[in-house]
């Protein structure tokens, strides 16, 4: 019998053992952690700017060309496109779940590039970025000053070029990005009536700042080849890019021909270093700030990925500029670091229960060792599995290991049980007891771990969403159970032959009535099971009584893919009516701020003005908080948890009549969906335009509310 070569060798057998167990820590210190595994399709990017056109124009001239060329794109799911009036369009691309992120931005990049030709020049020249897409928001940073001695430009400024740059390099977090667009740019102020005057078009002054805003290549005065008896060479420099606003002003728009005199950029306008974008701004607990968003890479550490820039940001603290400060108004891994926390809590919690009811049954230290034993060279080694399978270390796999701890030590249980049989009935000394154990239920045991096994590997094979969320739950226990498997044939046996006893002496006290109840219950359980197979249509009477409440419990009680959490923050999104400005959506976000300030669960408030987070773009009449909730250990109330606190909001935002306010969770799974609850889109498959759309949409919430 092949076990018996392990139960003579039982060095081997440890050694065996204490590798998986090396193997298994090892693969657990370089796990990712994340709060689940990655469920989100992967999705590519595609922003472009159209200054000054409107959504309809934007939408038929930019997006519909690229659609058309990124149609059939290799592993397509489904794309949309959503333009604003404020001049920028976001085309999102989904991909099929599994497919590689980086050969679907190259594919799309292909296609954009075959549709650029197609948009307006302004548009190319505007550029028209592909990137890899996570809706997963992992932290935001908010760069504010305390005495406010800074202006929204010169924090944006700094923030763009100190600190996002800084941060991309931080591993895991290369996907930082500020909200808006912060860089500095020379802006020309014109004058329409000026203009008009002198017969002058906006497109002769760009022609004419294009043509002489360059750089050029002189050349060189005493390059060969020259007459004889040059000695020196010398390179031509001439003043490259202009950086100045009087250099701006100084630019020729026409000069003088036929009797009319030149005229400068000064002339007709003027110009100024500012922003180059005023679509966005941002507060942080009132005062004016840059904010920057992180999301996680997939893959990434994300609770490393937070400390280590957390770790950066104090590092280029100590170089801000006297007066500028930084906060993380919002920090996800906090959430998914308290969850882990309390899994792994539970885990130990389990392996203690685990223990007492093993050492209870079997009332032996010596035998209670070699079943426990399995315990965490079978979990710890699922690690391994875990590693070569990409899995992450998360809420899935923590809970199928928890399950786990109970049917690893099964095996080793029934080596010890049968071993001390066959001492005590047969008299045999431990070693021959657990060769003629192993002979017997060797079968029984590989047969246990295979039936184990078949219950649980079938879901590896489910696809989808939801398949993923069960195939990392069901995998994990499918290795543990294999490892204790492994145990079972090889180390469990050979301690047993070293540490098992021939008598463990007569049972006294507790484990004396221990034994007597246990076999009185015993007895009326057979005695309850023979009564039932008397009395069967009785039995099967209940039997079907229960399937039918089962039944009838499954339709009453609600069903949601993931139930909501208390995350540790939560968004608050404003809606104003389209033709709202940015002063009007920033005073009713202020009034937004002062009640959320009130709030005794929330913490830190940031603002966005001016953004999207339900269709992700930049309009003029929305804007979006990032509340953050008190720690954890502050919040033991119930009445400040998130469940009592968003209601209890969204009743006080109900008063603010200039637009919509709305506070909502999270999604409970980060990547699906912007929010919590479920998102659908209505589409127009037949003729008419985006009035005919919009009466339809609004019919349809019409009809929805009605069935709330």
């Given at each position: 019998m092949f076990t018996h070569f392990f139960i003579d060798r039982p060095i081997l057998s440890s050694v065996i053992s204490i590798l998986i167990l090396l193997g298994g820590a090892v693969a657990m210190w370089v796990a990712p952690i994340s709060q689940y595994p990655e469920l989100a399709p992967p999705q590519v990017s595609i922003d472009a700017r159209y200054p000054g056109a409107t959504a309809e124009v934007i939408a038929s001239t930019v997006a519909a060309p690229i659609e058309a060329q990124i149609n059939g794109v290799d592993n397509l799911l489904y794309f949309n496109s959503v333009s604003s009036s404020s001049g920028n369009v976001t085309i999102s691309v989904v991909f099929k779940p599994g497919s590689d992120p980086d050969i679907n931005q190259v594919n799309v990049q292909n296609r954009v590039s075959q549709a650029l030709p197609l948009v307006p020049q302004v548009v190319s020249q505007q550029g028209v970025t592909v990137e890899k897409k996570s809706s997963s928001i992992m932290m935001v940073l908010s760069i504010f000053s305390p005495d406010d001695r800074y202006d929204s430009t010169y924090i944006d400024n700094y923030a763009n070029l100190y600190v996002l740059e800084e941060l991309?390099?931080?591993p895991g977090a290369n996907r930082a990005s500020v909200f808006g667009l912060p860089d500095i740019a020379m802006r020309i102020w014109l004058r329409p009536d000026r203009m008009a005057q002198l017969g002058i078009s906006v497109q002769e002054v760009a022609n004419a700042i294009q043509s002489q805003n360059q750089t050029f290549g002189i050349g060189q005065i005493g390059a060969q080849p020259t007459p004889a008896g040059v000695q020196q060479t010398f390179v031509v420099t001439a003043q490259g890019l202009l950086t100045k606003p009087e250099e701006f002003?100084?630019?020729?728009?026409?000069?003088?021909?036929?009797?009319?005199?030149?005229?400068?950029?000064?002339?007709?306008?003027?110009?100024?270093?500012?922003?180059?974008?005023?679509?966005i701004a941002s507060r942080m607990n009132g005062r004016t700030a840059t904010t920057i968003g992180i999301y996680q890479q997939p893959g990434a550490n994300a609770v490393e990925t937070a400390r280590a820039v957390r770790a950066r940001m104090e590092e280029l603290k100590r170089q801000f500029p006297t007066g500028l400060d930084y906060k993380v108004t919002l920090d996800t891994s906090l959430f998914t670091l308290n969850s882990i926390d309390k899994v792994v809590h539970t885990f130990f919690e389990a392996v203690v229960l685990v223990i007492a009811?093993?050492?209870?049954?079997?009332?032996?230290?010596?035998?209670?060792?070699?079943?426990i034993l399995a315990v965490p060279v079978s979990i710890v080694g699922t690690f391994v599995g875990m590693h070569l399978l990409g899995f992450s270390v998360n809420m899935l796999t923590m809970f199928g290991l928890i399950l786990a701890i109970g049917l690893v030590v099964d095996d080793a249980i029934v080596v010890v049980e049968n071993v001390e049989t066959n001492m005590a009935k047969h008299g045999l000394p431990a070693l021959e007891a657990a060769k003629r154990a192993m002979t017997e239920i060797a079968g029984a045991l590989i047969s246990i771990v295979l039936v184990l096994v078949s219950v649980f590997l079938p879901v590896a094979f489910l696809g989808g969403v939801t398949g993923t969320l069960y195939q990392q739950f069901a995998v994990t226990i499918a290795i543990s159970v294999v490892i204790s498997g492994v145990m079972a044939l090889t180390l469990s046996p050979a301690l047993a032959a070293i540490i098992i006893r021939a008598h463990h002496g007569e049972r006294r006290g507790f484990f004396r009535w221990f034994e007597a109840t246990f076999a009185r219950l015993t007895d009326g359980y057979v005695g309850g099971v023979a009564r039932l197979v008397r009395g069967w249509p009785l039995a099967l009477a209940a039997f079907g009584a229960v399937i039918a409440g089962i039944l009838i419990l499954f339709r009453v009680l609600p069903g949601s893919f993931v139930p909501d959490e208390d995350q540790g923050y939560f968004f608050?999104?404003?809606?104003?009516?389209?033709?709202?400005?940015?002063?009007?959506?920033?005073?009713?976000?202020?009034?937004?701020?002062?009640?959320?300030?009130?709030?005794?669960?929330?913490?830190?408030?940031?603002?966005?003005?001016?953004?999207?987070?339900?269709?992700?773009?930049?309009?003029?009449?929305?804007?979006?908080?990032?509340?953050?909730?008190?720690?954890?250990?502050?919040?033991?109330?119930?009445?400040l948890l998130s469940f009592s606190v968003l209601p209890r909001l969204n009743r006080q935002f109900a008063g603010l009549q200039e637009g919509v306010v709305l506070a909502i969770n999270p999604p409970p799974i980060p990547g699906l969906g912007t929010t919590g609850g479920f998102?659908?889109?209505?589409?127009?498959?037949?003729?008419?335009?985006?009035?005919?759309?919009?009466?339809?949409?609004?019919?349809?919430?019409?009809?929805?509310r009605q069935r709330v």
């Amino acid at each position: 019998m092949f076990t018996h070569f392990f139960i003579d060798r039982p060095i081997l057998s440890s050694v065996i053992s204490i590798l998986i167990l090396l193997g298994g820590a090892v693969a657990m210190w370089v796990a990712p952690i994340s709060q689940y595994p990655e469920l989100a399709p992967p999705q590519v990017s595609i922003d472009a700017r159209y200054p000054g056109a409107t959504a309809e124009v934007i939408a038929s001239t930019v997006a519909a060309p690229i659609e058309a060329q990124i149609n059939g794109v290799d592993n397509l799911l489904y794309f949309n496109s959503v333009s604003s009036s404020s001049g920028n369009v976001t085309i999102s691309v989904v991909f099929k779940p599994g497919s590689d992120p980086d050969i679907n931005q190259v594919n799309v990049q292909n296609r954009v590039s075959q549709a650029l030709p197609l948009v307006p020049q302004v548009v190319s020249q505007q550029g028209v970025t592909v990137e890899k897409k996570s809706s997963s928001i992992m932290m935001v940073l908010s760069i504010f000053s305390p005495d406010d001695r800074y202006d929204s430009t010169y924090i944006d400024n700094y923030a763009n070029l100190y600190v996002l740059e800084e941060l991309k390099r931080v591993p895991g977090a290369n996907r930082a990005s500020v909200f808006g667009l912060p860089d500095i740019a020379m802006r020309i102020w014109l004058r329409p009536d000026r203009m008009a005057q002198l017969g002058i078009s906006v497109q002769e002054v760009a022609n004419a700042i294009q043509s002489q805003n360059q750089t050029f290549g002189i050349g060189q005065i005493g390059a060969q080849p020259t007459p004889a008896g040059v000695q020196q060479t010398f390179v031509v420099t001439a003043q490259g890019l202009l950086t100045k606003p009087e250099e701006f002003e100084n630019i020729i728009v026409r000069a003088a021909q036929q009797g009319t005199a030149i005229v400068r950029v000064r002339d007709i306008g003027r110009a100024e270093l500012a922003k180059r974008d005023y679509s966005i701004a941002s507060r942080m607990n009132g005062r004016t700030a840059t904010t920057i968003g992180i999301y996680q890479q997939p893959g990434a550490n994300a609770v490393e990925t937070a400390r280590a820039v957390r770790a950066r940001m104090e590092e280029l603290k100590r170089q801000f500029p006297t007066g500028l400060d930084y906060k993380v108004t919002l920090d996800t891994s906090l959430f998914t670091l308290n969850s882990i926390d309390k899994v792994v809590h539970t885990f130990f919690e389990a392996v203690v229960l685990v223990i007492a009811v093993v050492f209870l049954f079997l009332q032996s230290l010596r035998a209670t060792v070699i079943p426990i034993l399995a315990v965490p060279v079978s979990i710890v080694g699922t690690f391994v599995g875990m590693h070569l399978l990409g899995f992450s270390v998360n809420m899935l796999t923590m809970f199928g290991l928890i399950l786990a701890i109970g049917l690893v030590v099964d095996d080793a249980i029934v080596v010890v049980e049968n071993v001390e049989t066959n001492m005590a009935k047969h008299g045999l000394p431990a070693l021959e007891a657990a060769k003629r154990a192993m002979t017997e239920i060797a079968g029984a045991l590989i047969s246990i771990v295979l039936v184990l096994v078949s219950v649980f590997l079938p879901v590896a094979f489910l696809g989808g969403v939801t398949g993923t969320l069960y195939q990392q739950f069901a995998v994990t226990i499918a290795i543990s159970v294999v490892i204790s498997g492994v145990m079972a044939l090889t180390l469990s046996p050979a301690l047993a032959a070293i540490i098992i006893r021939a008598h463990h002496g007569e049972r006294r006290g507790f484990f004396r009535w221990f034994e007597a109840t246990f076999a009185r219950l015993t007895d009326g359980y057979v005695g309850g099971v023979a009564r039932l197979v008397r009395g069967w249509p009785l039995a099967l009477a209940a039997f079907g009584a229960v399937i039918a409440g089962i039944l009838i419990l499954f339709r009453v009680l609600p069903g949601s893919f993931v139930p909501d959490e208390d995350q540790g923050y939560f968004f608050v999104v404003v809606e104003a009516p389209d033709t709202a400005s940015q002063s009007y959506v920033s005073a009713l976000g202020e009034k937004a701020e002062k009640i959320l300030a009130a709030e005794p669960a929330v913490q830190d408030v940031a603002f966005v003005n001016g953004f999207s987070l339900v269709d992700g773009t930049f309009r003029n009449n929305a804007a979006i908080l990032f509340p953050s909730l008190k720690p954890f250990e502050e919040r033991k109330d119930p009445s400040l948890l998130s469940f009592s606190v968003l209601p209890r909001l969204n009743r006080q935002f109900a008063g603010l009549q200039e637009g919509v306010v709305l506070a909502i969770n999270p999604p409970p799974i980060p990547g699906l969906g912007t929010t919590g609850g479920f998102e659908s889109y209505l589409q127009n498959r037949g003729a008419g335009d985006a009035r005919a759309t919009a009466q339809a949409v609004q019919a349809f919430i019409a009809a929805a509310r009605q069935r709330v």
